[in-house]
């Protein structure tokens, strides 16, 4: 495959370039390649992006979400690898679990699929799950995702053990004891609502504790889905000190506030939840200057009778895999607080280099998997459009820049507008 007239995002800027590709590996960039191919019409290429928290439900809530639908998403979203969080039915928290989700995303055949195995039996806090077996299976990363291990000792054990197996821990930080039933973030638009609010404390005194036994057992941790701005500068002391801290945040936390709640939409219930503008702002900082490593999706699909029901009832999260680039571009780059080499390297190199994975970078002699995408097509989010079964987003109606126009995952268009 040879594509030319691409502006290509390579991690020393963006520069006017063919790429030729050959058994599946980028074999030559340059400015000028002889020969025809696809013509990029100077549209931007970028790494292929990598998403490291979605949910794709299979196995066990099908009617959410598949391996199949949620891989069309993704690669209409520019995603050519995704990690899948462990909270199916029946947990993956063993071997056959995480080679079934291996094998069904080989089937279907679109982008790269690596699970995230449990990091307890059965998502329940009580043992350890088979760590060693997952990791062998295929494994990419363990998580207790949607829920955090309240027994510290076991946690530490679990970090440790992660670590000596080579994968990291991705945490869910929340006490649920200080979230008491809240469904949203306690402030002004909680009170306004009547809606039961939850406290920025039961986010945060979960990543400080997660940071002092990475601290203490020189180990890495990785938290997810930070909202605070107090989160935020608890990751920044500890990058300052030496922890091997690293973190993630979606589309939803630098885009979106607590004042989306007073509609009552159900479409705005995620956890952790909405924060405030001052939340909002310091996350926009955190991607800035690095303290927060990575964007993610925490694409989280639901059955329409999920989401259409009061707002105490719903279900948490956001389908978010096929608006996420395209949100992030028109806030970060479009706003003025990222450059585009820097969206890349939040999306794909830095997620890359967290989990081990190959990929992240535009270079010759790379696996090829790239996105292609028109900076400058401007469109609005329509959920009936999505590939997604699940429909649930609040962004639908909002214009956004940046769309998708082709992936390419080991050297085959996936998808093509």
Not at 20 to 26: A, D, H, K, Q, T
Not at 44 to 57: A, E, F, N, Q, S
Not at 69 to 91: D, E, L
Not at 204 to 224: G, K, Q, Y
Request: glycine share 10%.
């Amino acid at each position: 495959m040879l594509l030319k007239n691409g502006m290509v995002v390579l991690q020393d800027g963006v520069k006017k370039a063919d790429l030729l590709i050959e058994n599946g590996r980028i074999c030559k960039i340059a400015p000028s390649i002889a020969g025809d191919g696809i013509d990029l019409n100077g549209r931007t290429v970028l790494p292929g992006l990598i998403d490291m928290h979605v949910h794709l439900r299979e196995p066990g809530y099908e009617k959410k979400e598949n391996i199949e639908s949620g891989c069309r998403a993704a690669v209409k979203g520019g995603f050519t690898q995704i990690c899948c969080m462990p909270n199916t039915k029946p947990v993956t928290d063993n071997k056959v679990v995480v080679s079934y989700i291996k094998n069904r995303a080989r089937e279907v055949g679109l982008c790269k699929v690596h699970p995230v195995g449990a990091i307890t039996e059965g998502q329940e806090g009580k043992n350890l799950a088979a760590i060693g077996a997952m990791k062998a299976a295929g494994a990419v990363a363990l998580s207790e995702d949607g829920k955090t291990v309240v027994n510290t000792k076991l946690m530490a054990n679990a970090m440790q053990y992660a670590s000596d197996f080579g994968l990291v821990c991705l945490c869910h930080c929340e006490d649920h004891s200080l979230v008491d039933g809240g469904v949203v973030n306690e402030g002004y638009h909680s009170t306004l609502t009547g809606l039961k609010g939850s406290l920025r404390a039961a986010e945060d005194i979960i990543i400080a504790r997660e940071i002092c036994l990475a601290e203490s057992l020189d180990v890495p941790v990785h938290i997810c889905h930070v909202s605070t701005y107090s989160g935020v500068q608890l990751i920044r002391d500890a990058k300052k000190r030496g922890v091997k801290v690293t973190a993630e945040t979606c589309p939803h936390y630098f885009t979106l506030t607590d004042e989306a709640i007073a509609g009552f939409d159900p479409d705005t219930k995620v956890n952790p939840p909405l924060r405030e503008e001052k939340d909002r702002l310091a996350i926009i900082e955190g991607l800035s200057d690095g303290t927060i490593d990575c964007i993610v999706t925490d694409h989280a699909p639901h059955h329409y009778d999920d989401k259409h029901v009061e707002y105490d009832m719903a279900a948490f999260g956001i389908s978010g895999i096929e608006t996420s680039f395209a949100l992030s571009y028109t806030q970060l780059v479009k706003g003025g607080v990222l450059t585009i080499e820097q969206l890349a390297e939040r999306m794909s190199a830095a997620p890359a280099r967290i989990l081990s994975l190959e990929g992240g970078v535009l270079q010759e002699g790379v696996v090829a998997d790239l996105t292609v995408v028109d900076l400058n097509e401007e469109w609005t989010v329509d959920p009936a459009l999505f590939e997604s079964k699940g429909k649930n987003t609040p962004f639908k109606g909002r214009k956004v820049c940046g769309r998708v126009k082709m992936t390419v995952s080991d050297g085959e268009i996936k998808y093509q507008e």
